[in-house]
């Protein structure tokens, strides 16, 4: 049974373009959450959603960046004309049952924007 | 504000130590705590902590939480190499509305020397 499962591992962009990170969850979970990791921070929740839903956006910065989970294929987020302080690490994880149940997380994407 | 506090920020060891690991939080409607071990990727799921005074334990690593002063400890005995990572503690809570999140704390950066 595979992890979570994330793509690209690292990711370069100029200032200006878009990063686009895929999400694979875990086989039979339905909720996806979408984490950043800054050096030497903690991981700050982005994003919960599930099928075809946003369920809580309150982490996502209001402008650029934005994610959605359809109904076949991963889950996307998309950060668009990416600024320097978008450079981190981007956590996807994923349950069965939203909270009641422990997060699984994939390996993350490291997002450089150069 | 809804935060986690982890100490020490990091701590080194030598192989065969005993190490406590400190969580402290404050935050509104709590539901769960949980710990995680991060090395080089995914957070890895160790324990999750809902009642007070019952010892999670799993091989040499065992939890506890206090919900009356707000902590969690984290204890891991007989220290090895292969402990060395950083042990995120998180806190489910109820975040605007009806939905739960999970906040994370910076960690704590263990580094067992041979």
């Known amino acids: 049974n595979a992890g979570v499962m994330q793509n690209p591992r690292h990711l370069v962009r100029r200032r200006g373009q878009e990063a686009r990170l895929r999400c694979s969850p875990m086989?039979?979970?339905?909720?996806v959450y979408w984490y950043r990791q800054l050096p030497e921070e903690g991981l700050k929740f982005m994003v919960y959603l599930q099928k075809e839903n946003i369920i809580d956006e309150s982490g996502m910065p209001k402008e650029r960046f934005s994610a959605e989970f359809p109904k076949e294929g991963p889950s996307i987020l998309r950060i668009q004309q990416v600024v320097r302080g978008d450079s981190a690490a981007y956590f996807c994880?994923?349950?069965?049952?939203?909270?009641?149940?422990?997060?699984?997380f994939g390996n993350g994407t490291r997002l450089t924007v150069t | 504000e809804d935060k986690v506090v982890q100490s020490p920020l990091s701590l080194v060891v030598h192989e065969g130590d005993t190490v406590t690991l400190n969580c402290s939080y404050e935050?509104?409607?709590?539901?769960?705590l949980l710990w995680y071990k991060q090395e080089k990727k995914a957070p890895t799921f160790l324990f999750m902590l809902?009642?007070?005074?019952i010892e999670k334990k799993s091989g040499r690593l065992s939890s506890i939480l206090d919900k009356k002063e707000l902590f969690s400890i984290l204890n891991i005995t007989a220290t090895q190499t292969g402990d060395s990572a950083v042990y995120l503690c998180a806190v489910e809570h109820l975040s605007g509305g009806s939905n739960y999140k999970l906040t994370f704390g910076k960690g704590t950066l263990l580094t067992v020397n041979p």
């Open positions: 086989k039979g979970h339905s909720h």
């Open positions: 809902t009642s007070s005074g």
């Open positions: 935050v509104t409607n709590f539901r769960s």
């Open positions: 994880a994923s349950s069965t049952q939203g909270m009641h149940s422990p997060l699984h």
